[in-house]
């Protein structure tokens, strides 16, 4: 009973300005007109507030309420820590990591109390099993990790006094749906190879008022998560730090950040660089500008000139007459690339548009690949089993057969092939691959010896020209249960997943965070991810093409045989 009314004494509060003030960590520092120091001037939706320890409560009752109260992170987990002893509240480290289950209710909770007389003891063990679906460390990297977890929490009750939690491990227990509640997504920004594109590295912090210092302390002083680290570059070297542990927004939401004497000897492109990526960063948060100081005085730096190619509104798709960009009720070709895929005489199975719009990678029924450009077509590959092909930034197209996921190459037009080294080593075949938009990272559908579906994401090493040369570390983003329709970039962090279920779904896999699904048409038969959710774009085994709208589906294209794809997407 007592454990029931644990439960019910977690309350949500939903009026979140009136608790703003409540959710966020003590900041030090100058009060500035507007905005508190740090603030983005952006409050969560609520703000979950957790109960203390009950009087009289047992040592599985206390246990049950510590892990409950991970729901409120204000003032360091104040409302948690009042559940430990005096002793460990001054060293329990919250922000350690947190362990994400299923759900409260599957928590699977064990006392053992010494004695005869459990009323009169003063010492006990408490066990918890946790249905694991993910977990965060310290940096705020999420990664996927399903299975059970077991922890132990010792306690200590002095004589005449309540339960106490003497010994337990660091970092917090949420549950799925908290975990949003609790935490937010960022997105820390570095420069791929060439310094010309930003490239995302999803993290995870505690909603709170200071998320401008939090952001920017992560990406000055922090590293990028080692699967991408090859491929991605910062321009905040070791020796620029920050000189004030706080940074302040204004009610104009520029952030003033201070740093250390080193900076003065940074080149003028450092500095920009400096504040391209750290504008990009805080961008998330309200952030619209980006002041650099040393001693007090401004610190002069520009922004970096980054390749973003605009993309033309409308949708790629191949009819019985043409092939082009669907305006209202017609099909508007593309200058030079439409009338040379006129010229195939063979049906045609997937067309992949370069960023420019200046190439396309064309697949032929028998799974040959060839390169379309304005008056002229090149045999890339004739491989037997070639899956669908992806045009990277760089202009290389991308092939692999799929029984041989690491015989994957990379073509610049011409029909000499470069070998991409580490291709999915553990791999026995795969099935989709779709290079990302800043040509850093590839996500791809694999399929080990024993069976299972995977998918994956690996950084992408480059050589002379931008050419691919090598693939990082494979990073598992989930394990799928059946054979997929499609796949696609969604924005930059996240990639979306059709299956081929009797009731077709379509995924949102962020890169290193959950995942969330929506039903998809019926007879769903390929998918063309895009810059914005609202793009995203299926082809029915009917023909018609169906944009998403909210949960639902609606009529966009009918009479289309292929729906074709932008690179990078």
């Known amino acids: 009973m007592r454990l029931a009314r644990a439960l019910k004494a977690i309350v949500v509060a939903a009026a979140a300005l009136s608790l703003a003030a409540c959710a966020g960590l003590p900041t030090a520092g100058p009060v500035n007109v507007g905005l508190a120091l740090g603030d983005d001037g952006e409050v969560p939706d609520f703000t979950p507030i957790a109960s203390g320890p009950m009087p009289g409560a047992d040592p599985r009752e206390i246990v049950s309420g510590f892990l409950l109260a991970a729901i409120t992170p204000a003032e360091g987990w104040a409302t948690a820590r009042e559940f430990l002893t005096e002793d460990l509240r001054a060293t329990w480290k919250p922000e350690t990591g947190v362990t994400v289950d299923e759900t409260v209710s599957s928590r699977a909770l064990t006392a053992d109390v010494p004695g005869d007389a459990p009323e009169d003891a003063t010492s006990a063990e408490v066990r918890v099993e946790l249905d694991q679906i993910a977990s965060l460390d310290a940096t705020g990297a999420y990664t996927a990790d399903p299975g059970t977890a077991t922890t132990s929490f010792r306690l200590e009750r002095p004589e005449g006094g309540e339960w106490r939690i003497s010994e337990a491990p660091h970092g917090i227990v949420l549950d799925r749906d908290s975990f949003t509640q609790v935490y937010r997504k960022h997105a820390l920004q570095y420069f791929d190879q060439s310094w010309t594109h930003l490239v995302p590295d999803v993290r995870w912090f505690p909603r709170r008022g200071s998320m401008a210092t939090t952001i920017t302390r992560a990406l000055v002083a922090g590293e990028p998560s080692a699967w991408l680290a090859p491929a991605v570059r910062t321009a905040f070297t070791d020796d620029i730090t920050l000189a004030r542990d706080a940074v302040p927004v204004d009610s104009s939401q520029i952030a003033e950040v201070s740093l250390t004497r080193s900076a003065l000897s940074a080149s003028p492109a450092s500095l920009a660089r400096m504040r391209t990526q750290l504008e990009a960063s805080l961008s998330g948060v309200g952030v619209t500008e980006v002041r650099f100081s040393v001693d007090g005085s401004p610190l002069d730096a520009n922004r970096v000139a980054l390749d973003v190619p605009s993309v033309e509104p409308g949708v790629l798709v191949l009819t019985a007459e043409t092939f082009g960009r669907t305006r209202g009720d017609e099909v508007?070709?593309?200058?030079?690339?439409?009338?040379?895929?006129?010229?195939?005489?063979?049906?045609?199975?997937?067309?992949?548009?370069?960023?420019?719009?200046?190439?396309?990678?064309?697949?032929?029924?028998?799974?040959?690949?060839?390169?379309?450009?304005?008056?002229?077509?090149?045999?890339?590959?004739?491989?037997?089993?070639?899956?669908?092909?992806?045009?990277?930034?760089?202009?290389?197209?991308?092939?692999?057969?799929?029984?041989?996921?690491?015989?994957?190459?990379?073509?610049?037009?011409?029909?000499?092939?470069?070998?991409?080294?580490?291709?999915?080593?553990?791999?026995?075949?795969?099935?989709?691959?779709?290079?990302?938009?800043?040509?850093?990272?590839?996500?791809?559908?694999?399929?080990?010896?024993?069976?299972?579906?995977?998918?994956?994401?690996?950084?992408?090493?480059?050589?002379?020209?931008?050419?691919?040369?090598?693939?990082?570390?494979?990073?598992?983003?989930?394990?799928?249960?059946?054979?997929?329709?499609?796949?696609?970039?969604?924005?930059?962090?996240?990639?979306?997943?059709?299956?081929?279920?009797?009731?077709?779904?379509?995924?949102?896999?962020?890169?290193?965070?959950?995942?969330?699904?929506?039903?998809?048409?019926?007879?769903?038969?390929?998918?063309?991810?895009?810059?914005?959710?609202?793009?995203?774009?299926?082809?029915?085994?009917?023909?018609?093409?169906?944009?998403?709208?909210?949960?639902?589906w609606q009529e966009w294209f009918p009479d289309v045989r292929v729906l074709a794809t932008h690179a990078g997407y």
């Open 332 to 552: 508007s070709p593309l200058p030079g690339i439409t009338a040379q895929i006129a010229k195939f005489a063979d049906p045609i199975a997937a067309i992949d548009v370069a960023a420019d719009g200046a190439m396309a990678a064309v697949q032929m029924a028998d799974g040959a690949v060839h390169a379309v450009t304005d008056g002229d077509t090149t045999e890339l590959d004739t491989r037997s089993g070639l899956i669908q092909p992806s045009v990277d930034p760089f202009g290389f197209t991308w092939t692999v057969p799929r029984d041989r996921p690491s015989a994957l190459t990379a073509s610049d037009g011409e029909p000499v092939s470069h070998p991409i080294a580490q291709a999915w080593p553990d791999a026995a075949a795969i099935s989709h691959l779709r290079v990302s938009a800043d040509g850093a990272r590839v996500a791809a559908i694999v399929v080990s010896g024993s069976g299972q579906r995977r998918l994956v994401v690996a950084a992408v090493l480059r050589g002379e020209g931008g050419a691919p040369t090598e693939l990082g570390q494979t990073r598992e983003v989930a394990r799928l249960t059946g054979a997929a329709q499609g796949l696609g970039w969604q924005g930059s962090d996240a990639v979306l997943v059709l299956s081929n279920a009797v009731d077709p779904l379509l995924t949102t896999h962020t890169v290193g965070g959950p995942a969330s699904e929506t039903g998809a048409p019926p007879g769903a038969t390929s998918l063309a991810g895009a810059r914005i959710p609202g793009g995203v774009r299926v082809l029915g085994s009917d023909g018609i093409v169906y944009a998403q709208r909210g949960s639902s």
